[in-house]
């Protein structure tokens, strides 16, 4: 089993950037598909971007497509959001998630398709 977390959270003004972390512990983190998810006050959940084994597949919300960017280093075990031109409406609790992907090589948006989860950290977007 893997364990996530996250780290990098903070408060930024409007237009800034914040590069998010999430390391991840065992031995088979390559085999894990990995996602980013974001929760506000009040909302539920939802989907932010997602990246393959290898990291060749990335996917993204279209309301983060062209200002974030997903990465991933396997021998680091730790996957990466680059977050630029940071809005308010972007501030949220973000969540770090996992699943086993055996030899499926694309990605996953579905929040109920990941097992393990990180416990989440802060990011704040002043205007």
């Known amino acids: 089993q893997v364990q996530l977390v996250e780290s990098g959270g903070g408060l930024v003004q409007a237009g800034g950037s914040l590069r998010l972390s999430c390391a991840a512990s065992?031995?088979?983190?390559?085999?894990?598909?990995m996602g980013w998810f974001r929760q506000a006050p009040g909302k539920e959940r939802e989907f932010v971007a997602a990246?393959?084994?290898?990291?060749?597949?990335?996917n993204y919300a279209d309301s983060v497509k062209g200002r974030f960017t997903i990465s991933r280093d396997n021998v680091k075990k730790t996957v990466y959001l680059q977050m630029n031109s940071l809005k308010p409406e972007d501030t949220a609790v973000y969540y770090c998630?996992?699943?086993?992907?055996?030899?499926?090589?694309?990605?996953?948006?579905?929040?109920?398709?990941?097992?393990?989860w990180g416990q989440g950290t802060q990011v704040t977007v002043s205007s």
């Open positions: 998630a996992a699943r086993t992907s055996a030899s499926y090589s694309g990605t996953y948006s579905a929040r109920r398709e990941y097992a393990v």
């Open positions: 065992g031995r088979t983190f390559s085999s894990w598909a």
């Open positions: 990246i393959s084994l290898s990291g060749s597949s990335t």
